[in-house]
């Protein structure tokens, strides 16, 4: 089993939709929690980062870390064309330097 | 958010040739740099760890002799990828980190598409 699962896509949604991106993990000791938003081509950009379980909104992004469920979320509310792009969880135990990533989700977001 | 540059953004070379890549912090002194290879569709695979003045910590199954790393000061590390084959050709990402600066998460450089012909 990989330490972190996430859907790979691809997603397809209509301007102004919600999106929900999720990610689970096996590894309960997980407990920092990060968004990376990566255009075609170029490096990962950092979107989120929650310490934990709970909520985090940032504008139209919400994160969301169930750590019960070992499960988390992405939201993006009224999505635009330019949010098209992949989206990849990762999470960290403690300061430790490993990050485990997730696949990445591709979405497209349809004018 | 910091700012990470990588040199050079795309690379094509010949088989058995030695190609290096440069990754930097541009505003702030990266302690700790990674690098990883991603696939077309796939997640990020760390490669190493390096961490400046000292030697990478290779991930199992790299092989260090194949992807030298050097972190010789606090902002730039290096990655060459000695005797290219076809088989090396990805996108090869490199990350930087500063605790002491409060950025705790790692910053992505752009990336560097090496093709090997």
């Not at chain 1, 929690?33 to 490096?43: A, H, L, V």
């Not at chain 2, 990674?34 to 030697?55: C, D, H, I, V």
Request: glycine content about 8%.
């Amino acid at each position: 089993q990989k330490e972190v699962e996430q859907d790979p896509g691809p997603l397809s949604v209509p301007e102004g939709a919600i999106v929900s991106l999720n990610c689970t993990y096996s590894n309960s000791a997980f407990q920092y929690f990060m968004w990376y938003r990566q255009y075609s081509r170029k490096g990962p950009e950092l979107l989120m980062y929650t310490y934990s379980s709970g909520n985090k909104e940032d504008g139209r992004f919400t994160a969301q870390v169930d750590k019960s469920s070992k499960y988390i979320s992405l939201f993006i509310r009224d999505s635009q064309p330019s949010d098209s792009a992949t989206y990849l969880c990762a999470m960290r135990v403690g300061t430790g330097n490993q990050f485990y990533f997730g696949t990445g989700t591709s979405l497209t977001v349809i004018p | 958010g910091a700012v990470v540059s990588q040199h050079p953004s795309r690379v094509i070379c010949k088989s058995g040739t030695s190609v290096k890549i440069e990754c930097r912090s541009l505003d702030f002194q990266a302690t700790t740099m990674f690098w990883y290879r991603q696939f077309p569709k796939k997640s990020l695979m760390l490669m190493a760890t390096s961490n400046e003045g000292s030697k990478a910590t290779y991930e199992q199954g790299v092989e260090k002799d194949k992807f030298l790393i050097n972190h010789a000061s606090l902002t730039l590390s290096t990655l060459t990828v000695t005797s290219a084959h076809p088989e090396d050709s990805s996108f090869y990402i490199c990350s930087a980190r500063d605790p002491a600066g409060g950025y705790n998460e790692q910053f992505f450089g752009p990336g560097t598409r090496l093709t090997v012909l």
